[in-house]
């Protein structure tokens, strides 16, 4: 029987890591953030009132194992002057079969089907109206994922709007499963959405497995500037109850200096510094390891690298 792995996260991060580790003998529940509302995804929200679904859209387009055309036609935008405009088709599939089934989680079971998906995709939650809020240093409140993510300032605090009502299912995943992953990407965006939950805090705190950080190759303009390996898991730390974050992956490469020079001038975003020390005196253990690789002139983690990495610290646990 294959080990079992919950990965939590959305945007780009969690479905890169899942394009590799779909392909390693473990069975995978991927649990995806709704409560983006910029884009396709916060118009398709504005009009159909559902939770979003360009994450997931991303996901099941990496985890699928049909033609490439397939997946390009899921992640296809529309340009024109119509209401089309800017839609990928992937988000307008899901909101049909929502409209279709009222149920975001069998509409994902049908997609997955369709798309020949063999592993689990999960909404955190099926509530329509999850709105991600955010405090700053100052006490200024930011209402919105996506507009937390254009501030581009420090946050002092991370909540929802009203409390998720959690799918039972991924309570469930969590008990059961082998380890636990939080997936690289934006802390305050993609993993923090995921684990401020209360729900879901309770279900971390009541498993057995393993809970381990795949951290950010480059900082967060703003959000997490100047933060090391550590001072993320620190910040993970502070929204977790009695569980915490067990081990980190970190890429140990160092950055091309003209790539660094690159992100510093164009993105405001310099590498992660991995600070052993500091890594222990908190207890986590820290696998380090080359992981980077260039792609599209952007830097990334090695989906296939990263995967081997985490599959062989399943097999040794």
Not at 239 to 267: F, G, P, Q, T, W
């Amino acid at each position: 029987m294959y080990k079992k792995v919950v990965v939590l996260g959305g945007g780009t991060g969690i479905s890169y890591l899942l394009r590799g580790l779909k392909d390693f003998p473990v069975d995978i529940t991927a649990v995806i953030t709704v409560s983006d509302n910029g884009r396709s995804t916060g118009k398709l929200r504005e009009e159909f009132h559902t939770p979003a679904v360009g994450d997931i859209r991303k996901v099941i387009t990496n985890l699928s194992q049909t033609d490439t055309p397939i997946k390009k036609m899921m992640s296809y935008r529309f340009n024109t002057s119509s209401d089309l405009d800017g839609h990928a088709v992937g988000n307008l599939i899901l909101t049909a079969m929502l409209d279709i089934t009222g149920s975001l989680k069998d509409s994902i079971r049908y997609l997955s089907k369709l798309l020949d998906v063999r592993h689990k995709v999960l909404p955190l939650s099926e509530d329509s109206d999850l709105t991600l809020m955010g405090q700053d240093k100052e006490g200024n409140i930011i209402e919105g994922e996506a507009e937390i993510t254009k501030a581009h300032c420090q946050l002092e605090k991370i909540y929802y709007k009203h409390e998720p009502k959690v799918l039972r299912e991924v309570e469930e995943a969590i008990h059961k499963a082998d380890l636990i992953i939080f997936s690289m990407g934006s802390l305050y965006t993609s993993i923090l959405p995921n684990i401020i939950c209360n729900q879901v805090k309770e279900a971390l705190d009541n498993s057995n497995a393993p809970i381990m950080y795949l951290c950010n190759i480059v900082t967060q303009p703003g959000e997490t500037d100047n933060f090391t390996v550590s001072d993320h898991i620190k910040l993970l730390n502070k929204y977790l109850n009695h569980r915490k974050v067990d081990v980190v992956i970190a890429n140990s490469k160092e950055v091309d200096a003209k790539m660094a020079k690159k992100y510093e001038n164009e993105e405001q975003k310099d590498p992660v510094l991995i600070d052993q020390e500091e890594l222990e005196k908190i207890g986590v253990e820290l696998i380090a390891e080359d992981l980077l690789t260039i792609d599209d002139n952007t830097l990334k983690h090695d989906s296939l690298k990263l995967s081997s990495v985490i599959f062989s610290y399943l097999m040794r646990k």
